[in-house]
């Protein structure tokens, strides 16, 4: 039954991007790549990544289970958060499986509301160079969550820097 809720939806929504995800066209690829090359470095075995702050909330480039996408930096979700959008996305390219659901759980969001979420595996969470595996997730029951970037992965990177007059992100 877990993955009912997303094939269920798989064949009745067209999962077109959600604009999160970066573009796919070899011109767009190659901006991304070099837009990604400019705003990471490494100095001293430290990742620093640069945040691009949109609409009042920092974002960042995170690839999960190798698909680029756009995160929200959110010191305050307890996990990794993705829409049902990409949620469907991953599992349609096969980097998100069955074995991957692991049950489902009731959470807190922001306004104080409580919604019912799908906990789920992520193989691989790579910010930089840094990569993670098997980080645990969350599908949030709607088709335009945002995506949150939360302590699931960066309790695991020990320290965090963030340099809000830089607009960078140090994971030591």
């Known amino acids: 039954m877990k993955i009912i809720y997303l094939l269920f939806l798989l064949f009745i929504v067209s999962c077109s991007q959600s604009g999160r995800r970066m573009p796919n066209s070899s011109n767009e690829e190659k901006r991304v790549i ?3 090359n400019s705003s990471e470095r490494i100095w001293n075995g430290k ?3 640069k945040m691009n702050k949109k609409n009042g909330v920092y974002e960042v ?3 999960i289970n190798a698909s680029k996408m756009f ?3 959110d010191t305050g979700a307890s996990d990794i ?3 049902l959008t990409e949620a469907i996305f991953l599992y349609k390219q096969g980097t998100l499986t ?3 659901f692991l049950g489902t ?3 807190q969001i922001a306004d104080g509301s409580i919604s019912e979420g799908t906990i789920i595996n ?3 969470v790579k910010i930089g160079n840094k990569t993670l595996s098997n980080v645990q997730a969350s599908i949030v029951h709607n088709m335009d969550a945002p995506l949150l970037f939360g302590q699931s992965a960066l309790a695991q990177f020990g320290k965090v820097t963030i340099d809000y007059n830089k607009g960078e992100i140090t994971f030591e």
Request: charged share 20%; hydrophobic share 40%; net charge negative.
């Open 105 to 107: 759980q009731q959470f």
């Open 122 to 124: 992520l193989k691989t």
């Open 81 to 83: 958060t993705i829409s």
């Open 61 to 63: 480039p995170i690839e």
């Open 71 to 73: 995160f929200i930096f």
């Open 34 to 36: 070099q837009h990604s």
């Open 47 to 49: 990742t620093v990544v």
């Open 98 to 100: 069955d074995d991957d």
